[in-house]
């Protein structure tokens, strides 16, 4: 799993590098995977679908940017046939407030007084977006807490309620949603899914472990 922190992983709008200096490469197409296959990940938060002839989103990166990403894939009604919704070849769901995943983004700018430059999508590379269902704080939030993790000791061995340790003979029960938050008793469990907010969280960090393994 990458680090979260890491402008060079994880670069804002501004720090993206330009469309022009990046090849043009088969090798960086990618319209069936199930995993992006990247190097570095644009996050952004969307704020407005704009959609009329072409798929267009208004979104908000970490540094506070707002900026517009574009897609060449599919019409007037959004993407088809990325591979990237809730079955093969559906259309992934982009919702005000979720966070937005490109692979590989790159800033294009744009000649004309006033224009502002965007993010494009080139056809055949839709497949790699994905959407997180939560906000960009939230996944930058459990994106380091998963991190933590895996640096403590692989996934946690210890409540995510009480933080009671796992006892020999007395695994802790694992969430069936995420497979990362793992409790103690049930008592536990319903504690950390509603009074301490992993009702909210859960489908955040499946997604995120989904994308990054």
Request: with cysteine; glycine share 12%; proline share 7%.
């Amino acid at each position: 799993m990458p680090v979260f922190t890491d402008p060079s992983t994880f670069p804002a709008f501004h720090e993206l590098p330009s469309a022009s200096s990046l090849p043009s490469s088969s090798s960086l197409t990618s319209s069936s995977s199930t995993s992006p296959p990247a190097d570095w990940f644009l996050l952004a938060q969307i704020k407005e679908n704009m959609t009329i002839t072409k798929t267009t989103l208004v979104v908000r990166d970490r540094a506070g940017a707002d900026f517009a990403v574009t897609f060449d894939d599919g019409d007037h009604r959004g993407l088809l046939g990325s591979g990237n919704g809730s079955g093969e070849g559906a259309a992934p769901r982009f919702r005000k407030g979720h966070t937005l995943v490109v692979p590989r983004a790159a800033r294009t700018d744009r000649e004309g007084e006033g224009k502002k430059a965007v993010v494009r999508v080139p056809a055949g590379r839709s497949g790699g977006v994905r959407v997180v269902p939560g906000s960009l704080e939230q996944v930058l939030e459990l994106g380091r807490v998963l991190v933590g993790m895996e640096e403590e000791s692989g996934l946690a061995k210890k409540c995510a309620a009480c933080g009671g340790p796992e006892a020999e003979g007395r695994p802790l029960m694992r969430c069936t949603g995420c497979g990362a938050a793992a409790y103690c008793s049930k008592a536990c469990q319903v504690r950390g899914w509603g009074e301490l907010g992993h009702k909210s969280n859960c489908k955040v960090v499946k997604s995120i472990r989904e994308i990054w393994p």
